[in-house]
């Protein structure tokens, strides 16, 4: 399974993401969305998951998602801190679910990192340039239970 991951594009739909999620089965937002109309620009290339960030409109979007994709559970997020300096709501929920991948945004730097068998990861931020950060979003190919293949691309 092919699955783009982005976050904080606040408004903005890059050209480079339809080349780069061209191909993708699934689209998982972390936040900061902007405006409605980013997600129906994702949903033109794929079915699309997104959480709100501390950026968007409360009660419009759920702030977490629990998903699961070939038997692999994903936590999809805005905030959680760091990987290895999580916030505490995150670290009681990682503790109790046991997720195998941890989805969020909301830094603008993207990273991916395994701490204690979780891979997180954070796409980085695909909307306008900020915090002197390149902007960047990351794809992911789930190939049963083999290690996923993930990349982050600078756009």
Do not use: C
Not at 70 to 90: C, D, M
């Amino acid at each position: 399974m092919n699955i783009g991951l982005i976050s904080d594009t606040h408004g903005m739909v890059r050209p480079e993401v339809f080349e780069l999620f061209n191909g993708m089965e699934l689209i998982l937002h972390a936040g900061d969305i902007g405006d409605g109309g980013v997600i129906e620009e994702l949903k033109v290339i794929a079915p699309v998951h997104a959480v709100g960030g501390n950026n968007d409109v409360l009660g419009h979007w759920e702030e977490r998602l629990e998903l699961t994709f070939g038997n692999r559970l994903f936590y999809l997020t805005h905030i959680i801190g760091s990987a290895t300096k999580l916030e505490p709501g995150i670290k009681d929920w990682i503790a109790q679910k046991k997720p195998d991948f941890m989805i969020y945004g909301h830094t603008h730097k993207a990273a991916v990192d395994l701490v204690d068998g979780i891979t997180f990861i954070n796409p980085g931020s695909a909307g306008k340039r900020r915090f002197h950060s390149e902007p960047t979003l990351a794809t992911m190919t789930l190939n049963g239970s083999q290690s996923p293949d993930i990349n982050i691309h600078q756009i």
